[in-house]
């Protein structure tokens, strides 16, 4: 069991909340995740550590209601428990000093993107970081990652904050006028696909932090597999992070897709069962 002690609404759809789990406080690293459960007959959600304390034995984790188990979680509440809070799970970044090191997150990715820029810049290298979202109200963190970064830089589609445009284009610059020696990009598949495409002509060294859907987590059901550089990887145990130059995204996309039928249909029995209670309270 771990027990929520801290919980934030940080936009539309997007919340924070800050568990008890000491043991996997004690262990984290950037770059690895958890996978929990809410109850028995929950499915197991895979979600990046966004922050730990070992002092206080806590962890971080931020998430998007995309679907029941994650509008689920966000129905729990300060004081709460999550019945299984596994980790830290996947393979850690390498945490050296690499010179000039470019941090990208786009949406909700930008929570996972925060401790792999703030263990990189702890190592003594020059963060540059470019934050993306929709628009100006899905934006969360900037405070946080100006912290960790030399440089911050931030986009939103719509131009209602920051810079307008896509966090590729203010990538494309920054690669035209200065030396970048790694480029680490966190958020939807898509951008991930393209950051990797401006890099490549660079030549510059690029990881991405992957989110095909998972099991079991642990290796055993081969649900996450991915192909790298034409090689059939397993995310939970050879990643989460992989180098963008050489995975098959196209792939990790159609394979995104493939229970999105029933998906919809555990959604709407759920939204339907909820109404029903809210309902029966009414009365
Ligand atoms: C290593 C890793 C780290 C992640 N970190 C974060 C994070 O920090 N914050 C965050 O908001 N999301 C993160 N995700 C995605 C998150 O796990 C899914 O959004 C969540 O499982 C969706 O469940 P659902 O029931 O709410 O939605 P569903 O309606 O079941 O699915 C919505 C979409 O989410 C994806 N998805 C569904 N089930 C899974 C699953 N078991 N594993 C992975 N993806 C799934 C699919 O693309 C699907 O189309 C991460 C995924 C992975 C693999
Ligand atoms: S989630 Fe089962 S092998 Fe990775």
């Not at 999550?82 to 690499?98: A, S, T, Y």
């Not at 589609?157 to 284009?169: L, N, Q, S």
């Not at 029995?269 to 029903?276: D, H, I, N, R």
Request: proline share 4%; aromatic share 6%; glycine share 10%.
């Amino acid at each position: 069991m771990a027990k929520i002690v801290h919980k934030e609404v940080l936009a539309p759809q997007i919340k924070l909340m800050v568990v008890e789990a000491p043991w996997v406080a004690q262990k984290a690293k950037a770059g690895q995740f958890v996978v929990l459960r809410i109850h028995e007959r929950g499915e197991r959600v895979p979600l990046t550590i966004a922050d730990f304390d070992p002092s206080q034995g806590t962890v971080t984790i931020i998430f998007q209601e995309v679907g029941k188990s994650t509008m689920l979680l966000g129905t729990l509440e300060e004081g709460d428990e999550i019945l299984d809070f596994v980790g830290p799970l996947g393979k850690e970044i390498e945490e050296r000093n690499f010179g000039h090191v470019v941090c990208i997150g786009g949406g909700v990715g930008i929570a996972p993107t925060y401790p792999k820029a703030k263990a990189l810049k702890e190592k003594g290298n020059f963060v540059t970081s470019i934050i993306g979202a929709r628009t100006k109200t899905m934006l969360f963190w900037e405070e946080k990652m100006q912290e960790v970064s030399d440089v911050l830089l931030v986009t939103t589609d719509d131009g209602t904050y920051g810079e307008k445009g896509f966090v590729t284009h203010v990538l494309e610059r920054v690669l035209q006028k200065e030396k970048v020696d790694l480029v680490i990009a966190v958020g939807p598949v898509i951008m991930m696909k393209m950051v990797s495409m401006v890099t490549k002509p660079h030549g510059v060294k690029t990881l991405v932090s992957l989110n095909p859907i998972m099991v079991d987590g642990t290796g055993m059901c081969g649900c996450c597999r991915v192909t790298v550089d034409g090689k059939c990887k397993f995310t939970c145990v050879d990643g989460p992070v992989f180098d963008g130059h050489s995975v098959n995204f196209d792939e990790l996309m159609a394979r995104q897709r493939i229970y999105l039928e029933e998906e919809q249909r555990a959604l709407d029995l759920w939204l339907t069962e909820q109404a029903k209670e809210e309902a029966f309270r009414v009365v």
